[in-house]
């Protein structure tokens, strides 16, 4: 069998059969479009992806003397900087937005913050090579093997002393299960983590991840208020912070499919209803697409604004959420309504928004377990 026919087939056993996007979709998501003559050149990556799947990652160099002009690309593999990491995860996305599952997309930094995609395309198989060919089949073939999913999160937050109203280093109150977030900040010549990141046990259900997660609100709860603590859950508190809530899914295949069901059926609603929503995260950290891989053979997805706050009463999306990635072969996508990528960017909600959301999408869903659980979900989010 050719693997263009392998491919077409996966995509038909997945359900996922989403129409090719213009580069000019991108800029509903925020995105800026530019050219490779855009500031440095040396600042390019160049990814080829099938999914999420890298087939290969290139960094630009300067051309010769005689060819300043020409831009050279090396293969970044293992040594990879920084930046580089995040622009490839930037072209991923990229590929994810416009569909398109086997493609190349170049991405390059301006200045110390802005990405600017210059250019994206669908590639042909012709266009692999005999080893990108074979990596794309094992792939396929990883994807059919069945594992019990697992399920995990983490939530993030920022503390404040009540007296003194000031925000406070997250290791506190620290331990296994209480950990601190990457993001630091800098205070006579002291280096401070302000994020919190509340972290349960994996779980092979979400019955039992909400059961360690009402373990660890009750305990920190407890904790901040013997130091006189308040946790802080605005998605965006103060300055360039901004705080997650990301769920962790093993043993699942990482796939546009995936990812869309998550952003169509639990981030968009969600959105639609939120009490104090942040434009910055949403079109920077929070932009519908946004995922990395895990080392559980998954991937995490980085959408949900944090959600710590709705720990006690949160089961029902939890179990939507199981429900829509355990049936995600029997539930078919379709391009986000653009009314409702508007709203999601721009902080439009309201109940009409919202019924509409729930009126275009519950009749795709064909089991009574699977209308049941989306009732549930609507009903909780109405009552946020």
């Excluded at 530019?34 to 990556?45: F, L, P, Q």
């Amino acid at each position: 069998m050719s693997l263009k026919k392998e491919i077409d087939d996966f995509h038909k056993n997945i359900k996922y059969q989403l129409p090719k996007q213009s580069i000019s979709t991108l800029q509903d998501h925020k995105f800026q479009i530019g050219t490779s003559n855009v500031g440095n050149r040396r600042n390019m990556v160049k990814v080829k992806a099938f999914h999420y799947a890298l087939l290969s990652s290139k960094r630009s160099k300067h051309g010769t003397l005689f060819r300043s002009d020409e831009i050279i690309w090396e293969d970044i593999e293992q040594n990879q900087y920084y930046f580089e990491k995040e622009l490839i995860e930037f072209a991923l996305l990229c590929l994810y937005l416009t569909n398109i599952p086997l493609g190349e997309c170049i991405v390059k930094r301006v200045g110390k913050k802005d990405i600017v995609v210059v250019r994206i395309q669908e590639i042909m198989v012709e266009q692999l090579t005999n080893t990108q060919q074979e990596f794309v089949r094992y792939e396929i073939q990883k994807h059919s093997i069945r594992r019990g999913i697992t399920f995990g999160a983490d939530l993030e937050l920022m503390l404040k002393n009540e007296k003194s109203k000031k925000f406070m280093n997250a290791d506190i109150l620290t331990s296994n299960e209480f950990g601190f977030d990457q993001a630091i900040a800098v205070n006579n010549h002291q280096v401070f983590h302000p994020i919190v990141e509340i972290r349960p046990k994996p779980a092979v259900t979400m019955v039992e991840l909400h059961m360690n997660l009402l373990t660890l609100y009750q305990q920190f709860e407890s904790q901040a208020a013997k130091y006189q603590l308040s946790a802080i859950t605005d998605p965006n508190p103060i300055g360039r912070f901004f705080l997650g809530g990301h769920l962790h899914f093993g043993n699942i295949p990482f796939t546009f499919q995936h990812v869309r069901l998550l952003d169509q059926f639990v981030t968009i609603p969600f959105a639609l209803v939120e009490r104090n929503p942040s434009v910055l995260r949403r079109q920077s950290y929070g932009r519908l697409g946004s995922v990395r891989e895990n080392d559980f053979q998954g991937f995490e997805y980085r959408v949900l604004p944090t959600w710590y706050q709705h720990i006690p009463s949160c089961l029902p999306l939890l179990l939507w959420v199981e429900y829509l990635l355990k049936n995600s072969e029997e539930i078919t996508t379709r391009l986000i309504d653009q009314k409702f990528i508007k709203a999601y960017y721009n902080q439009e909600k309201g109940e009409k928004l919202f019924d509409q959301w729930v009126n275009e999408n519950r009749d795709m869903l064909m089991e009574d377990l699977g209308k049941s659980l989306f009732d549930d979900y609507i009903s909780y989010l109405k009552n946020l």
